[in-house]
């Protein structure tokens, strides 16, 4: 549980960074038909301050870290002691990483956000994470975690943008919320393709979310001449615009500020910038 402001303020230490990164890692699993993953990289932020003291032992944090990530994943697969014997080996999955190995970056937080003596963790399952396969997002205090800024990995930790040089414009916005936290997309290109991705789909908005969403749900079209974006739904479950259906495969005028409803499990708040 996260501990109160002024039980961690200012002294956060190698221990309670490991602590976390053990929460972090329990809230982050990801359960398949036949095993569960849990995360395996992880993105650490700290206070400048905390940074700047904590520099000389990160080396020293991180060797702690893989041994008690390590031991706390044998004990979920049933080693004496952990909680085999508790549900019973016959029918239980067993407990895995992705990786190679335990992966954990610091970095100092450059946006204002993490306070002193709290740790903002952002975790992923893989070396490059893939549509519909996440890890969480938790702090130290008892507060949301808001760091938004590119891990040394490259991977976006809170605004999923496509890849672009800062003179390239930015034809829209969609704010969402999907299994990961609060996002931000910025559309580039004149059309995209939205939903869970995998299984060699390949889409540029992906959700975090559960298969209720299609892996190619729909996709947003930008007419270059006119300006006037289109929608169009691919999807099993649907997709609503402002409150209204879609017929499945018929493109329609997209409103220059929409709400899309996806299947009924995740909103997109679309808007068209001039």
Known sequence: MPKAAGEAQGRISGQIIVEQ?????????????????????????????????LTGVFELIREDARRALSARLEQWNGKPGGLG?????????????AGKDWTFEFFPDSEGVVPLGDVEIHSDLNETPQPGYHGAK??????????TGQTGAG??????????QSSERVFAEIRYEDDSGPQLFLMTQNEISVGRGGDGALV???????????REHLRLRRDPAQGR??????????????????????EEAL????????????RLAFEAKP
Not at 138 to 147: A, K, Q
Not at 244 to 250: E, I
């Open 155 to 164: 991977r976006s930790t809170g605004v999923r943008a496509e890849t672009r």
């Open 204 to 214: 540029n908005l992906a959700l975090y979310t559960n298969d209720e969403v299609s």
């Open 229 to 250: 974006f289109f929608i169009v739904d691919q999807s099993m479950n649907g997709t609503w615009l402002n409150g209204k259906r879609l017929a499945r495969g018929n």
């Open 21 to 53: 990164l053990l929460r972090n890692m329990e809230l982050g699993q990801f359960e398949m038909a036949y095993s569960i993953l849990a995360p395996c990289l992880f993105s650490l932020y700290l206070h400048p301050d905390d940074y700047a003291r």
């Open 85 to 97: 014997k508790l549900r019973g080996a016959k029918n239980r999955k067993p407990y895995k990483i």
């Open 255 to 266: 409103p220059a500020r929409a709400e899309i409803n996806v299947a009924e499990v995740i």
């Open 138 to 147: 938790t702090t130290l205090l008892d507060r949301e975690p808001g760091v």
